[in-house]
């Protein structure tokens, strides 16, 4: 078997192949789908299709289904955004996340990407230390 590739909007994402493996067995399952979102033909492009026919599962249905079967996808989400926050400037991260710019400012100064405050408060504490204190 081939390198396999998740595609997620314009980004292909490879597969490890055991994830890839389960994954090709997932596709080729017949699927369980109610009567209200079958279609004539009932052929879906979509690995995880949603409730409306043509349209894959939205985000939250899927975390919903993750966190139903244990797996809590918050903590990863949350350092992966931190990531990208330190290593991207905010507008090239609003651009790839397709989110406002202020929400891309929020993580970058959560990720504390330019230091200065950091090195400000630093400098304010040596200076504290290398002072001697009077009783």
């Not at 109610?34 to 299709?49: E, I």
Request: a positive charge; charged letters at 20%.
């Amino acid at each position: 078997m081939g390198k396999t590739f998740l595609k997620l909007g314009q980004a292909r994402l490879w597969i490890p192949p055991r994830l890839a493996e389960l994954l090709h067995q997932l596709a080729d399952a017949p699927r369980q789908r109610s009567a209200l979102t079958r279609t004539l033909t009932d052929q879906t492009p979509w690995l995880f299709p949603g409730v409306v026919p043509g349209q894959p599962l939205s985000r939250k249905a899927s975390n919903d289904q993750l966190v139903h079967q244990g797996v809590h996808t918050r903590a990863a989400r949350t350092a992966a955004l931190i990531a990208l926050a330190t290593d991207l400037p905010a507008p090239v991260l609003a651009d790839l996340l397709d989110v406002h710019i202020h929400t891309a400012l929020k993580w970058a100064r959560h990720a504390q990407r330019d230091w200065t405050t950091y090195l400000t408060a630093r400098a304010g504490g040596l200076a504290d230390t290398a002072e001697p204190r009077q009783p």
